[in-house]
């Protein structure tokens, strides 16, 4: 079936201007994470979604991160007045964590490059 | 905050020798371990997961061994060849996944 995808693939941005990037997961699954890649702070954490539970956000770095997902399903990751240290690869990932099954199936990423 | 290492941070083998990257981690109160490969430019392909109960999973070549009270996992890759040259990520999960830099692994042909 379908992986996890991402879009868009790549996204340059101006610093100071707004961007979201979409995040669809594996249907069925209920849990749906967000990390961050960059070369200097490797891969991290930044939030995560279980059904409808209120998400976790501990991971996110400043308030100027927000993320929904909508309908148990797609979800967005905004970043708004984006800065040059927010240039990274943002990955999604989806899981159906019910039983044993918690594997993290990862989408192929969005890479930001804010000039 | 749980931190993962990843030992080597590189290694360079010719086809047909046996793999071993390890990974320790601070934090042994885990649910279960996951092995991941990325190839450059790409995202993550996940090649085992390890329940915290288990001391060993099994994929083809593939073998991961977790010892959860010390806070290591091993992956084991028999018979190397070409495409297994990749970065190679262990990730515990405590409700998300903490990553290590990775062992990039170049298997000459």
């Known amino acids: 079936g379908a992986g996890v995808s991402q879009s868009p693939s790549n996204k340059v941005t101006e610093k100071g201007k707004d961007v979201e990037l979409r995040c669809d997961p594996i249907?069925?699954?209920?849990?749906l994470y967000w990390y961050r890649q960059s070369l200097g702070q490797g891969l991290e954490f930044l939030i995560y979604?279980?059904?409808?539970?209120?998400?976790?956000k501990s991971g996110l770095p400043s308030d100027r991160f927000s993320a929904e997902r909508t309908g148990g399903s797609v979800s967005t990751l905004t970043i708004q007045r984006t800065q040059q240290e927010d240039s990274a690869v943002y990955l999604c990932?989806?899981?159906?964590?019910?039983?044993?099954?918690?594997?993290?199936?990862f989408g192929p990423g969005t890479r930001l490059t804010v000039t | 905050k749980q931190e993962v290492t990843q030992i080597p941070a590189a290694l360079s083998v010719p086809e047909g020798e046996n793999l071993v990257l390890n990974c320790s981690f601070t934090?042994?109160?885990?649910?279960?371990l996951q092995w991941f490969r990325q190839d450059p430019g790409k995202g993550l392909t996940s090649l085992l997961l390890?329940?915290?109960?288990?001391r060993e999973q099994t994929s083809g070549r593939l073998n991961a061994s977790l010892d959860k009270s010390s806070g290591r996992s091993t992956l084991y890759i028999a018979a190397s060849q070409p495409g297994d040259s990749a970065t190679y990520l262990c990730?515990?999960?405590?409700?998300?996944?903490?990553f290590g830099a990775g062992t990039t692994v170049t298997v000459r042909a």
């Open positions: 990932a989806s899981s159906l964590e019910t039983g044993t099954d918690y594997e993290q199936y």
């Open positions: 249907s069925g699954h209920t849990a």
């Open positions: 979604f279980q059904g409808n539970s209120a998400p976790d």
């Open positions: 934090d042994s109160a885990i649910y279960n």
């Open positions: 390890i329940q915290s109960s288990q």
């Open positions: 990730a515990p999960w405590d409700y998300k996944l903490s």
